[in-house]
């Protein structure tokens, strides 16, 4: 690991720690080599004093369990019927997950307990069929679980729950994080499966709105294992019950954990509530932020490279995009009051937030602060981007004499040869403010 990654993660310890988070794990990728590292994970995230739950599920054991044994089972996922021989088998089946995850818990020196904190009820007749031992969760015994918290233990919660006669019924894992969540005001819910997560033309989708989830599972059901489906249905529920954040990743991959937490660009598909998004002013703390931002983009020549001198002589022309407190994009715009004019410069979105609309939007704000400011025009110098101006952003190719004296000295200087794009400014009050 990097010192820079190290840097990285420091900036999201303040905001996590003492959070609550629900992680689920899939029987398979407990069943998985990987899954030795993820306790290591866990591991980390409770050295940075994070509060975590484990949930697991244990549809695979029970399934290969029930083979061995050569007994026909109902349902091994525990959201179909599950029979006295099903349910018999998924108490052996869960009990040694259980055993598993505690002796691996204990391998990487952390605390943890088997929590027996659900009260379940009968799932019930369902679509006129009984649904005989398949439980769902009545109520999270959350006093029992911050206990187990406070004094930096692990809670493990198997895919069982118990009634009030002590009965035992089998509770599908994905519903039980969402209760869990939910009742302990989790902080975020981690499903960890055998899915990379949302997938569309080969690309994951990074992050979907509670909305946009539901959306997906309605009309692009067909395109989900029904894993994933349950798990896309869950994570939305969690969102419209007050879980910010839910995170759906290939627990079969190192370090995908840590890489979603610790990153905005993150390796799955999160799902969130809300998004807390602003374009703000850039601050000296920043400037390193935007050189590392924009290198990439510096080296292929498509803008300017600017130092830490430069942004710092101009630091009240830049203006960042954030979400979540996390830097996505910049921009700056640099006022010729004279002419009139303003240049907007440094335009650059994150490769991975790219095609989300954040281009377009700080072309439109840095179109109304120019207004604002009284300016009649504004251009823009680009070797590459020309045809997102054009298109996107309805500006017109124009010559040199077009600039401002003093900017056109310096484009004459540069030998770049951009292009010149141009548009007007439209008054105050006529433009959508952007939204933050």
Not at 26 to 46: C, H, K, Q, T, Y
Not at 106 to 118: E, F, H, I, K, Q
Not at 240 to 265: N, P
Request: hydrophobic content about 45%; some cysteine.
């Amino acid at each position: 690991m990097k010192v820079s990654d190290l840097r990285g993660i420091l900036q999201y310890v303040p905001r996590f720690r003492e959070k609550i988070f629900v992680v689920a794990v899939d029987g398979e990728i407990v069943a998985s080599p990987n899954f030795a590292n993820i306790l290591l994970d866990l591991a980390v995230l409770r050295s940075l004093s994070i509060k975590v739950i484990l949930v697991h599920g244990a549809a695979r054991q029970i399934a290969q369990l029930a083979a061995e044994r050569g007994v026909a089972i109902s349902n091994a996922d525990g959201t179909g019927i599950t029979d006295d021989a099903t349910l018999k088998v998924s108490i052996e089946a869960a009990t040694n997950v259980m055993t598993e995850i505690m002796q691996g818990l204990t391998s990487v020196d952390l605390r943890a307990a088997y929590a027996n904190a659900l009260i379940a009820h009968p799932a019930g007749i369902l679509g006129g069929v009984d649904q005989l031992n398949t439980g769902r969760v009545e109520r999270v015994d959350t006093k029992a679980l911050h206990l187990f918290l406070n004094d930096g233990i692990i809670p493990v919660i198997p895919p069982m729950g118990y009634d009030g006669e002590g009965k035992t019924f089998r509770v599908n894992s994905d519903g039980i994080a969402l209760e869990v969540a939910e009742a302990m005001q989790a902080m975020k819910i981690l499903f960890l499966s055998a899915s990379s997560g949302v997938v569309v033309n080969g690309e994951i989708v990074g992050q979907l709105s509670m909305a946009e989830a539901e959306e997906f599972v309605k009309k692009k059901r067909a395109l989900l294992a029904a894993s994933l489906v349950s798990k896309l249905e869950h994570a939305a529920r969690a969102c419209r019950l007050g879980v910010a954040r839910v995170h759906l990743l290939d627990g079969r991959h190192d370090e995908a954990l840590l890489s979603e937490v610790f990153s905005h660009e993150g390796i799955g598909t999160m799902v969130y509530s809300n998004e807390y998004q602003q374009i703000r002013r850039i601050f000296k703390k920043d400037v390193r932020a935007v050189i590392a931002l924009i290198r990439q983009s510096v080296n292929n020549e498509e803008l300017v490279k600017r130092t830490r001198a430069d942004i710092l002589a101009h630091l009240d022309d830049y203006w960042v995009l954030e979400i979540d407190r996390n830097l996505l994009a910049c921009v700056a715009v640099h006022l010729y009051p004279e002419e009139q004019k303003a240049e907007l410069a440094c335009l650059y979105v994150s490769k991975n937030h790219e095609g989300q609309g954040y281009g377009r939007k700080l072309v439109s704000f840095a179109e109304q602060l120019a207004g604002e400011k009284g300016m009649r025009q504004l251009f823009a110098l680009s070797t590459q981007a020309f045809n997102f101006f054009q298109q996107k952003g309805g500006f017109l190719e124009v010559g040199p004499e077009e600039l401002p004296a003093e900017r056109r000295r310096k484009y004459e200087a540069s030998a770049r040869n951009s292009k010149i794009m141009l548009k007007a400014v439209l008054p105050p009050g006529t433009l959508e403010t952007p939204r933050a």
